[in-house]
Structure formats: structure tokens, C-alpha cells
């Protein structure tokens, strides 16, 4: 996966903290009103090892299943939204280690480019038998905002360094860990849920 991957994500599931103080809500933003920003799925970097099999890693264990959407991700309030993202998260960070097709795209808008990027991205992994040796992206603190047409959720995070593996767990490359990111959700209500309508990595 890229760097939404190493930008904002991936995943061995790491509990997002949701903000207990709640701001004014800022005017409905949209992907191409949230400031200066980038997709976030552009910011991969990654080392390759000068060896071709330089080292091995304990692998990432068995796999757990799938995580659930917690049943406070469904209320439509502030707090259900910053929920929902912190679920986003734990589900990238999961596929980061047991990549597989189809797991976030019911969570997103067709509008989504970055969330397009995700599935095609967990879709190669799987079909390579590639996957992430830790998570790729850390959420330290979520802000939700109510907005016209749904939430503007906001994600002060980090990108821990990683290795990347092949199907033997044999280590073929190495992601540094990157600055802090800030990332912007843009999220509205879908049936008893949310779905994402962009995600946007926000430039300092």
C-alpha cells in the first residue's frame, strides 16, 4: 500500500484517541476546499535492501478476522463520527498485515480516490502475498465537526517505520517513519453508518 498506507495508515490495531473537547464547527469543506493538501495515497517512501533477502521478521502472527464496527461508530454525532474514522483506521492497519480485497470498500463513497487506492492497493498485497510487519499509520488525536452534508473529522497522526514483507516473511523493504501527518476525513451518514467521501492529507 502506499503512504496513505504510510501517510495516514495501515494496520495491527492501534486505538485512535477521540478529542473530549469539543470546537465550533468550520464551513462544510469538500476534496478540493480543504486547503493546502494531497492525496494522502501520493506520500509513500520506502527503502528497498541492498540484498534481495536481507533479513527476516517475525511475520505478523495469525490473523485475527476482521474488525468490527463498534456500535458507537453508527450514532450520527460528533463522537460517532470520530469513532467511525478511528474503525477506518484499525481496518487499514489490519490490512496492512492481512491484506484483502473488499473490506473498506462498502465504507466509501465512489467518490473516494484515496479509498479506491486502498482497496487496489490490500487487492495486490493479497494477490503478491506481501503484507506490513507494524502499523503504518497512528491516529493520536480526532476532532469531528458537523457539517452541512456530514462530518469534517480531523486526524492530528504518525507514520511509524515498517518493514514491508513477502509471502516467506522475508523483509524486501523498508518505510522510515514519516513527521507528524494531518489528515481530514470528509464523511457523511450512510444507512446506520457512514460512508468516506474523501480523505485528504492536510500540508503543514
Given amino acids: 500500500m502506499r503512504q496513505l498506507a504510510a501517510a495516514l495508515t495501515c494496520l495491527s490495531v492501534v486505538l485512535l484517541s477521540a478529542c473530549s473537547t469539543p470546537e465550533p464547527s468550520p464551513a462544510p469543506a469538500t476534496e478540493a476546499s480543504v486547503g493546502s493538501t494531497t492525496d494522502v ?7 528497498t535492501p541492498d540484498d534481495a533477502v536481507q533479513t527476516t521478521s517475525p511475520g505478523v502472527g495469525e490473523d485475527p478476522g476482521v474488525p468490527e464496527l463498534p456500535d458507537e461508530a ?11 474514522v478511528q474503525h477506518y483506521y484499525g481496518l487499514i492497519n489490519y490490512l496492512a498485515a492481512f ?3 473488499g473490506v473498506l470498500e462498502p465504507l466509501a463513497s465512489s467518490e473516494c480516490g484515496t479509498c479506491e487506492n486502498f482497496e487496489d492497493d490490500a487487492a495486490e498485497f ?3 502475498g506481501k503484507s ?3 502499523d503504518t499509520v497512528r491516529a493520536l488525536e480526532i476532532r469531528a465537526f458537523k457539517a452541512e452534508s456530514g462530518y469534517r473529522v480531523e486526524v492530528m497522526g504518525e507514520s511509524p517505520s515498517y518493514n514491508i514483507l513477502n509471502s516467506a516473511d522475508e523483509v524486501i523493504a523498508r518505510a522510515e517513519a ?3 501527518q494531518n489528515v481530514v476525513f470528509i464523511i457523511r451518514r450512510k444507512a446506520d453508518s457512514f460512508e468516506v467521501r474523501s480523505i485528504q492529507l492536510v500540508q503543514p
Avoid: C, I, N, V
Fill in 41 to 47: 495515497a501520493e506520500t509513500t517512501a520506502t527503502s
Fill in 74 to 84: 453508527t450514532k450520527d454525532t460528533e463522537d460517532g463520527a470520530e469513532a467511525f
Fill in 99 to 101: 491484506p484483502k480485497a
Fill in 126 to 128: 493479497e494477490a503478491e
Fill in 132 to 134: 506490513y510487519d507494524g
Fill in 178 to 180: 514519516a513527521a507528524e
